[in-house]
């Protein structure tokens, strides 16, 4: 069996696997990569060169940067300016809603940014009165125009990049994605605007996100406090509060607890008790099955009380300060190193690996982040998924199955010249990414594109480039992308609710893509 043959059947099995969903897509991608080294495709420093690739430790710190502004309450805060300016008029709302998404995305990536907004976009649509389920959509396809806003909104972003220098030309700028994102964030938000009442479902939510800005006085009232002095008192920026259960088996059971009391750490306050429902008096109680405590002290020790197994957290700090107290400790400095890491690209001061390095480190070094948080804001799905593919298209190239796939697609479209050719690659591109995510697209396609342009004689830059927008197509299923799948429970979605709006969205790509690409990045020559 040749080399190509083994490559290919590499490739189809892992996108077989993906689809099926059995298993984790880690195992897969990295169970791939060692089929390659098994069969002599590849050597063992290729299989796992990936991991110590630049291009996956800058998308790790991208993560990083991510959860500093969002822990901070940075995002947070930045949804409630929404809530205060949308009004009552649908199309603002929309407008509004979807340019907040798409700028922070453009910093922070898609997950992180849809995920920060999700449970304010709810709370927004139950204050308004409007179905979650005319809203979230929206958020999230402007959140994937936004994602061409910037170098950094997402990881194909970097990785075409970084094709463009193994290719030999001069990366993409920092905002050169713009050129297009801009077209499509305000095509997407005409499109939601006129159409988006008529394609999208009313649906009821599946799940609910709680509304926490009133948190305060919805516990003061709850154990009897006195409202006006406690919600000043027990939520800003330092301290705030955590509301627990004793549950089966804990090792709380039959504690002596009263109001006021400090905890054995000596970190928190009980600020009052409650037994079915009713508050316990200043003598307290020894604690038993049920009782509900109401717990004062900074916000990072109540995260560590949050999690201990003795008790159950009924609505997790983290989330209580994020819509109730934004813009917490550090959220200056977080907002100065994201400025910081964004001039260093821009300026391409220092590689775009060492800026995120840079600004990851400088998190940690000024308390915006700890240690344990950094390790566990880091989606390793997709570090993993990059460093396990980025083989793969070594593969594709070394064995020469890239440049088969390409001289086959040239022959079919070559006679229509290169506009037929974004076209092609634009199709197989958004087909693949409906099934499998647009990184692991990006990486499959990435080898076939710079041969497609090289056996067309044309420059690969206006081809990459309308490959990164044919990638960020994950508009027609839910499985296609994490957010889609993010939203489908607050929504009350189905698996047939994203394609009516998503193929008039995939549209104005596809355009986009292959007639206004060319525009800004002519064919020319094949650099």
């Not at 990049?161 to 290719?167: E, I, P, T």
């Not at 201990?308 to 609505?315: C, I, T």
């Amino acid at each position: 069996m040749s080399d190509i043959a083994i490559t290919f059947a590499v490739l189809a099995g892992l996108v077989v696997l993906f689809v099926w969903g059995r298993f984790p897509v880690e195992v897969v991608a990295i169970g791939g990569t060692l089929v390659l080294w098994a069969t002599g495709v590849l050597t063992i420093e290729q299989v796992v060169g990936g991991f110590g690739d630049p291009t996956v430790i800058f998308i790790a710190t991208l993560f990083i940067v991510s959860e500093g502004l969002d822990s901070t309450g940075v995002t947070a805060w930045a949804g409630q300016q929404l809530l205060g300016q949308a009004g009552d008029s649908r199309a603002r709302l929309l407008v509004l809603m979807m340019l907040l998404v798409a700028g922070l995305t453009a910093i922070i990536s898609v997950n992180g940014s849809v995920a920060a907004l999700l449970p304010v976009v709810v709370v927004l649509a139950t204050r308004t009165g409007r179905p979650a389920s005319l809203l979230l959509i929206p958020l999230v396809y402007a959140a994937f125009g936004g994602s061409l806003l910037a170098l950094t909104g997402s990881p194909v972003n970097v990785l075409m990049s970084n094709a463009m220098v193994d290719a030999g030309g001069a990366p993409f700028g920092y905002f050169e994605f713009a050129l297009v994102g801009v077209p499509l964030l305000l095509g997407t938000i005409v499109i939601v605007v006129a159409l988006g009442d008529r394609l999208l479902p009313v649906r009821a939510p599946l799940t609910f996100s709680p509304d926490l800005s009133r948190h305060a006085r919805t516990l003061a009232r709850q154990y009897g406090l006195d409202a006006d002095a406690s919600s000043a008192a027990v939520l800003d920026r330092e301290s705030g509060v955590v509301e627990v259960l004793i549950p089966p088996r804990s090792p709380f059971i039959g504690e002596r607890a009263f109001p006021g009391m400090v905890t054995d750490r000596g970190d928190l306050v009980v600020k009052a008790i409650s037994r079915k429902g009713e508050p316990v008096g200043e003598r307290g109680v020894d604690l038993a099955v049920g009782d509900a405590l109401l717990l004062q002290g900074p916000w990072t020790a109540l995260d560590e009380r949050a999690r201990d197994p003795g008790l159950l957290v009924v609505d997790p700090p983290q989330a209580v300060r994020r819509q109730a107290v934004p813009l917490g400790p550090g959220a200056g400095r977080a907002v100065a190193i994201a400025v910081g890491m964004v001039i260093l690209l821009v300026t391409g001061v220092v590689p775009a690996v060492v800026a995120g390095l840079l600004a990851a480190g400088a998190l940690l070094v000024f308390g915006v982040l700890t240690m344990e948080r950094t390790y566990r804001a880091i989606t390793w799905t997709t570090v993993v998924l990059v460093g396990a593919l980025l083989p793969l298209s070594i593969a594709m190239t070394q064995t020469g199955a890239a440049d088969l796939v390409a001289d086959a697609l040239v022959q079919v479209v070559g006679p229509l010249g290169p506009y037929a050719l974004l076209a092609g690659l634009f199709v197989v591109a958004a087909i693949f990414g409906q099934l499998i995510s647009n990184t692991a697209t990006a990486l499959v396609m990435i080898p076939i594109a710079l041969a497609a342009a090289t056996d067309l004689g044309v420059d690969v830059r206006p081809v990459l480039m309308s490959l990164t927008v044919a990638c960020a197509t994950s508009l027609l299923t839910p499985v296609a992308t994490p957010v889609n799948l993010m939203i489908m429970g607050p929504a009350g979605y189905r698996f047939g609710d994203y394609w009516k709006l998503g193929l008039v969205v995939m549209a104005l790509y596809f355009l986009v893509a292959v007639f206004l690409v060319p525009v800004f990045w002519p064919f020319g020559a094949a650099s």
